[in-house]
């Protein structure tokens, strides 16, 4: 029995492959197979658990994690057909646990989630963020392996500009973190047609723009004048952004990062509490050209991609490979990541906008798992599951267990 969920993501595979160099029936059906097993098995997803429920046995799935796959192809054929228009790129790093000493690329990381640098791997995350519909779909995961003869953050910039090219058929714009507001990252980037949208750090330097006159003086008009002081802003140069929210103080204007060594558009957003500043952030965008509430809006919105990692490590085993290989890591950091993207499709971005609630990854899973078992049981015991009589008792025992279906 195929229940009707695996026949979606059938058909989502498809569609999906004819963006993806020419693949053999049987290269597809295994993608096909192991991302219904993603999304279906719960614990561990290594190759004995993928050999123990499905249709190959575990030295083929050994053998094909080894065979690369155009995964950015694949999850950008997604995005163009399910996304909003308002789109953004997010680059985002993230700790994956692995011990030993003798895996590629493995180290000592930061981890966001305990506050330190642990032993283990990384990832470098690039996902497309959809603003409208406040989402984030997975395009790529690389291992980061750092290169001896260039700085990490040079290393990070270069992942994005080797892929500048299809990054920019969706958008112009890569968000990140407050670690990446670096003069390398952005000059790298911007080399290649891309903007950043990120966060400086509370003791940025920037100054004020001003429009040159010719004083018929030697040197060349003064372009410049003093340093931006935060706690007494210069309202001819600053505007406040209309906001609903009194608490809250939103202020903008051109000026120049010095660390940057470039003109960016700044939004500085005051938090108050009884009339007082309780707290301060001030972010950035290289395109200045876009609207405050805009550049605000993009740095928000670029959680979603943590979101995007959380459901990946709970529940399509993001940190459970097994295999020591770069080439089969790369294949299971990706399909574990991409089967989140196609769950998120087939039962999120199907419904329609007004009628959608919160994104249950845990019921998806346990939908899907019970369809593995049941379609176990069917054929096992040779029930007939589409006649009339069983249809409901097929679908209590679908739903079995979820939370929010």
Known sequence: MISKTQLSYNLLCEQCFLTVQPLNKWRKDFIKDVLWLFLSIYGRINFSQLGRYGS???????????ESFEFM??????VKQYCSERKVIAFDPSYIPKSGKETP??????SGCAGSVKWG????????????????????????????QITLIDYY???????????????????????????????KLWDVGLHVVSRF???????????????????????????????????????????????????????????????VKVIFVQYMDNGKVKASKIYFSTKTSLEAM??????QTRFQIEFLYRDAKQFTALTTCQARDKEKMNFHFNMSLTAVNVAKVIHWFSIPIEQRKNFSMSDIKTINHNALLLDRFIVMFAIKPNILKN??????????GTIAT
């Open 105 to 110: 690329g493995v180290g000592r990381f930061w």
């Open 391 to 400: 249809n409901q008792n097929v679908k209590e025992l679908l739903l079995y």
């Open 73 to 78: 192809k694949f999850n950008t054929a997604m």
């Open 294 to 299: 805009e550049i605000l809006d993009i740095y």
């Open 121 to 148: 791997m990384e990832i470098s995350g690039i996902a497309a963020i959809d603003l409208d519909n406040h989402t984030a779909i997975h395009l790529e995961a690389i291992q980061t392996i750092p290169d001896k």
């Open 201 to 263: 750090r509370d003791d940025v330097r920037l100054q004020y723009i001003i429009p040159k006159v010719m004083t018929g003086k030697r040197g060349r008009p003064k372009e410049y004048e003093g340093a931006v002081d935060l706690e007494n802003l210069d309202m001819k140069h600053f505007s406040l952004v209309e906001q609903e929210c009194k608490n809250v103080l939103i202020y903008t204007a051109i000026v120049k990062a010095i660390a940057l060594k470039r003109i």
């Open 157 to 187: 910039a270069k992942l994005l500009t080797d892929r500048a090219k299809e990054l920019l058929k969706l958008s112009d714009t890569v968000v990140c973190d407050a670690y990446f507001s670096k003069e390398p990252f952005v000059t």
């Open 56 to 66: 190959y046995c575990e030295q083929r799935y050994r053998q094909q994690f080894e």
